[in-house]
């Protein structure tokens, strides 16, 4: 749980010199053992008491959220694939066999697709090419508009214009709602495409269809045609100029699966936006991306003989998160501007974020053990005057609107500034060769919650040790102490709270 700040009591501080204070040096040495018990009795009764009087944390105070990797971090980091690429000399089918465990390299050729064009929900489709095209049985002529308007039963109204805005020059009703380029097969010369009125070219033929009774708009063409307006906006061109290609062909191989894989809708199997996978049509094509594209032809990822779809986000942070495909290191994503990152919220904004009035606490309450800071947040727990919310970490993600699920929580601003607190130390000492790694303790796990040497506690000062009479456990740090019992769990003690037990230290107020 980040540290509350819970008046009247003021932090413990260090001199301006960075040591111990007389009386900070007392608690080390061996005062705190003893008050520790009394100081958890009193947490129990904070927390045993009634909500209307439980402390809350003032809104303007601001929380540090340290984390790592942009994205859910499932299958392919594509800055940890530019690594492999870039660093280690890695072809793309090393990438992709790195990041898909469990799968194999197949291929799927001669496929179409679907894609629902979502910008253009609820329009009509207005469309023009300058080499003509085809619609209703007829030919259109070079610059002439074809107007589609999707009608019940699958058919479509035809309204044929001079240019977009021109004059009508013939209408009709069709039950084939497609707009045909003049050739249907595949990389077509640039005058040959459809081009929207608004703006936007596209390979392939441009459709409507009714989903109930909404109108959708669709490009209907070759999975091959299709990756050339994904390849480029999914993953950076340029990464060619600079040992990436093998990245970009690793890019290509994981989107011509995914699309593979995909059927979302009655009357298309994918859409062009992040919540299938973006796809821009031809206006954003790259001949390095093609390159990418071509020279990868028909290979997929597949499991059991049929493609699966391949996830892939912008960065893991160095390790993924596991799921459909195990979690693995990634070394490569080291180049990745988020690999690291940090992100200032106030109290307010936490609490309205989670509509749970005043924020009283927030804490990590489950994470997935994968990588640095115990791993991805699988649970967090956020209590306020109007209650408490329970979510996960992806919900904490969006809600929070920070770059992944992977992130720790520190009241208060991390000193420096710099990019994301260091990993928190581990405390124990390292197995012997062939040991089992020893499980943490709990107060182990609630000092890496909170940040480590680097949170609001700083240096261990002390072992972990037994309270009188064995009701629990203490570890002290420059900054106070975490106590553990079991019946409250661990829980983090400023040092100004046990200051204020020793005589003549009590803070005033």
């Known amino acids: 749980m980040a540290k509350l700040r819970r008046t009247p009591f003021e932090r413990g501080r260090t001199d301006r010199g960075g040591r111990m204070s007389p009386t900070r040096r007392a608690i080390a040495l061996g005062v705190a053992p003893v008050l520790l018990v009394g100081v958890a009795v009193g947490v129990a009764a904070i927390d045993a008491g009634e909500s209307a009087v439980a402390p809350v944390v003032a809104s303007d105070a601001p929380f540090t959220l340290s984390g790592h990797g942009h994205g859910h971090g499932r299958g392919m980091g594509q800055w940890g694939a530019y690594g492999y690429a870039k660093n280690e000399g890695w072809s793309a089918e090393r990438i992709v066999a790195h990041y898909y465990g469990g799968t194999d390299l197949g291929e799927v050729t001669g496929k179409r697709l679907g894609v629902r064009l979502v910008g253009l929900d609820g329009k009509g489709l207005n469309v023009v090419s300058d080499a003509g095209a085809r619609v209703a049985g007829r030919d259109v002529g070079p610059g002439e508009a074809v107007h589609l308007t999707a009608t019940p039963g699958g058919g479509a109204g035809v309204v044929v214009t001079k240019g977009c805005d021109g004059e009508v020059l013939w209408q009709a009703a069709t039950d084939h709602p497609w707009v045909d380029p003049i050739d249907l097969a595949t990389d077509r010369p640039v005058d040959q495409l459809l081009k929207l009125c608004g703006g936007g070219a596209f390979r392939g033929s441009l459709g409507v269809a009714l989903e109930g009774t909404a109108p959708r708009v669709l490009n209907h063409l070759d999975i ?8 480029p906006v999914e993953a950076k061109a340029d990464w060619a100029d600079s040992g990436g290609k093998e990245a970009l062909r690793a890019q290509a191989i994981a989107a011509r699966s995914y699309a593979a894989a995909e059927h979302r809708y009655p009357y298309a199997e994918t859409c062009d936006t992040q919540d299938c996978q973006v796809y821009a049509g031809a206006s954003r094509e790259d001949p390095r991306t093609t390159e990418a594209v071509r020279t990868t032809a028909g290979k997929v990822v597949t499991k059991d003989g049929k493609p699966v779809a391949a996830e892939f986000s912008s960065s893991t942070g160095g390790y993924t998160s596991g799921g459909v495909f195990p979690a693995v290191e990634d070394l490569g994503d080291a180049l990745s501007p988020t690999h690291d990152w940090t992100q200032t919220l106030t109290a307010g904004d936490i609490a309205k974020a989670f509509g749970v009035g005043e924020l009283r606490s927030i804490a990590v309450v489950g994470r997935n053990n994968l990588g640095v800071d115990g791993g991805r947040v699988t649970e967090l727990e956020v209590t306020g005057t109007g209650g408490t919310a329970r ?22 601003l991390v000193p420096g500034g710099g990019p994301s607190p260091a990993p928190a130390p581990d405390l124990r000492a390292e197995p012997a060769p062939g040991e089992q790694p020893v499980a943490p303790t709990e107060i182990e796990r609630k000092y890496a919650e909170i940040g480590g040497a680097t949170g609001v506690l700083g240096k261990p000062i002390g072992p972990e040790m037994s309270m ?28 100004s709270v046990v200051l204020s037990e020793l005589p003549g230290t009590g803070s005033a107020g």
């Not at 091959?224 to 390849?231: Q, R, S, T």
């Not at 979510?391 to 208060?412: P, Y």
């Not at 740090?477 to 003690?493: D, M, N, R, S, Y």
Request: charged residues 25%.
């Open 224 to 231: 091959e045609d299709y990756l050339l307006g994904v390849v």
């Open 391 to 412: 979510v996960s970490g992806m919900e904490a993600r969006t809600k929070l609107g920070i770059k992944s699920d992977w992130f720790t929580v520190t009241e208060g």
């Open 468 to 495: 009188p009479d064995e009701v629990g456990k203490f570890r002290m740090f420059e900054g106070g102490a975490i106590v553990w019992t079991p019946g409250l769990g661990a829980q983090v003690i400023d040092a």
